[in-house]
């Protein structure tokens, strides 16, 4: 039944997210097992539906109420609790208990299957829940993260004292996780972590000021700590795990001095902290933390290329909605000439964050199954998507606001809430600059490109490519390739890494595109999609020159129906 419109105003309240998308149910039977994906198929339409109406209802409430820090209780004793509104409660018994999101790579029996779920999974429901919520996917993301580099490198004694909190979906027992590590002299510059580790009395004590905790109420953090006359730099760091509450239920020796009035992210209390001799544990090897807590940090990368793409899907389904039902001139807004062009262009964008993050999930199943080729991918991948997946994110929410125009603008509606948060992906875990120069690093230590390079042409050769398009493809591999290499290679091109990095991200989305294309069969969407990549981002265009009206392909993209061979070929005609 069509939802009615009121007065020429479009409001998609009610819709299922997931029923909205197309392509999401294809793309869950090119990256899922066909058992797998049919198991699921109920929990991705329930977790739709209330992505569209409940939970989006429940992000507004809580953004407009954000947590607040009670230093102590009415007694006078000692406190230190972070009061959360009702509605991001509901919210967290969604994420962590209803549909167990923290907890699926890490155990079986969540949503009722017996394994582990594979990464595709929870990137898939997360990809989902973000269209709704940004700020409590932080503290989700943390858990998860946190939980495997715990197993990874925490010594069994501590895995078995932790685990099994870490990943219930018990609302009153679950533990939620954090990552302590930036200081007022320390953020990107992870080396001049000042917070010193002493041994004293045969425990691990922590002093020190960290200047921005997410999730600062976490029952268990990461923290980077320095060891008394340890190594200067990051050689010199050990990795602890730090607990909220010690075993006898005491609170630890650390203080959370106040929360940060952010600009996004106003449901998630980030604060504070002053370390005050708080008891912590070693995990893994000592000195050796940095490296250990980088694993960390790379799952809070890839999973913030999600929940970008998430937020970037979200926008284009309300433009999308918004043009196919609003009037404007005597004619759908999805008619006129220029939102068809800026609406393409929010698509082709936003498709390439989703199959980013989806290909490179499957990439981390496989290198957790000890696939040395698939960790190679997943260490350029990963770079990749944290630098070009966020900053794409903010230019697509804020097309997203301008389709609907000056209700967009208004907090009542979630536009601007939606554009606040799209701004913090860029930052959190390394901004662009950093993660750019990351994406090289990659290359130039581990030899990365080849591995990728390798991987494309593969992907290449097993997608439905016509000559003049494979031809086409090949080329600018090339060009891409070289153009990387020599950037990696030659300090004094530093200046480039951005740029080299997002060509590099767009071909590599492209050809993630064109073979997904080919996997789903009776639908060249994603072809066409690839062929703008290509066309509008990567290949020499003339900006003087006036482009061909729009062709029959263009409405067919908009719609969301299948396109054929010749539609596709017209892509490159135009």
Not at 369 to 381: E, M, N, P, S, T
Request: charged share 25%; aromatic share 8%.
């Amino acid at each position: 039944m069509a939802k009615a419109i009121y007065r020429n105003i479009p409001d998609s309240q009610g819709n299922n997210a997931y029923q909205q998308d197309p392509d999401f149910a294809r793309l869950l039977s090119v990256y899922l097992p066909a058992e797998l994906r049919d198991h699921l198929e109920p929990v991705f339409q329930e977790l739709g539906a209330l992505t569209g109406d409940e939970l989006e209802r429940l992000a507004r409430e809580a953004d407009r109420n954000p947590p607040t820090l009670r230093f102590r209780n009415r007694d006078g004793s000692d406190a230190q609790v972070v009061e959360k509104h009702p509605s991001y409660q509901r919210l967290e018994y969604y994420a962590f208990s209803r549909f167990g999101l923290a907890a699926m790579s890490h155990r079986g029996n969540v949503l009722g299957w017996p394994e582990v779920m594979p990464p595709l999974v929870k990137y898939g429901l997360t990809y989902l829940f973000v269209q709704a919520e940004f700020g409590l996917c932080c503290p989700l993301s943390m858990t998860d993260a946190l939980t495997r580099t715990l197993r990874k490198f925490g010594d069994e004694v501590l895995i078995n004292r932790f685990i099994d909190d870490l990943t219930s979906q018990d609302e009153d027992s679950l533990f939620q996780g954090a990552m302590f590590m930036t200081e007022q002299d320390a953020g990107s510059d992870v080396g001049a972590i000042t917070t010193e580790a002493r041994f004293e009395d045969g425990v691990w004590r922590l002093y020190g000021d960290k200047w921005f905790c997410s999730n600062a109420d976490a029952d268990l953090a990461m923290v980077l700590a320095r060891p008394s006359g340890g190594d200067g730099g990051t050689k010199g760091l050990t990795l602890f795990l730090l607990p909220r509450r010690l075993s006898d239920g005491s609170l630890n020796r650390y203080r959370l001095i106040r929360l940060k009035d952010k600009l996004g992210t106003r449901s998630m209390a980030s604060g504070e902290i002053v370390l005050e001799g708080a008891e912590a544990y070693v995990v893994g090897e000592p000195g050796n933390g940095f490296k250990q807590m980088t694993d960390m940090i790379n799952m809070s990368r890839l999973s913030n290329g999600v929940r970008s793409a998430g937020m970037m899907r979200r926008s284009v389904n309300e433009a999308l909605f918004i043009a196919r039902n609003r009037v404007a001139f005597g004619r759908k807004l999805i008619d006129l000439p220029l939102l068809k062009r800026q609406l393409v262009k929010m698509m082709v964008t936003a498709e390439q964050g989703r199959s980013m993050v989806f290909h490179t999930a499957e990439c981390l199943r496989r290198a957790d199954q000890g696939d040395a080729v698939a960790a190679k991918l997943l260490r350029i991948l990963t770079p990749l998507i944290k630098f070009r997946t966020t900053r794409d994110a903010r230019k697509v929410a804020a097309d997203g606001m301008e389709v609907r125009g000056g209700c967009g603008y208004i907090e009542e509606w979630s536009d601007a809430r939606v554009l606040r948060d799209a701004h913090l992906g860029s930052i959190w875990e390394g901004t662009s600059n950093i993660v750019a120069l990351d994406v090289f690093r990659a290359i130039r230590r581990e030899q990365t490109l080849p591995v990728l390079s390798e991987h494309l042409q593969q992907l290449l050769s097993e997608s439905a490519l016509s000559a003049v398009e494979r031809q086409r493809f090949e080329a600018v591999l090339q060009q891409v390739t070289a153009a990387a290499n020599q950037v990696a290679g030659d300090n004094t091109l530093e200046a480039d890494a951005r740029r080299i990095a997002s060509a590099l991200y767009n071909f590599t989305s492209a050809v993630f595109l064109a073979w997904e294309a080919a996997q789903i069969g009776d639908d060249l969407r994603r072809l066409a999609l690839a062929k703008l990549v290509l066309s509008h981002k990567l290949l020499p265009r003339d900006p003087l020159k006036p482009e061909a009206g729009d062709g029959a392909w263009l409405a067919a993209l908009l719609a969301e129906t299948p396109l054929s061979r010749d539609q596709v070929d017209a892509v490159w005609e135009e």
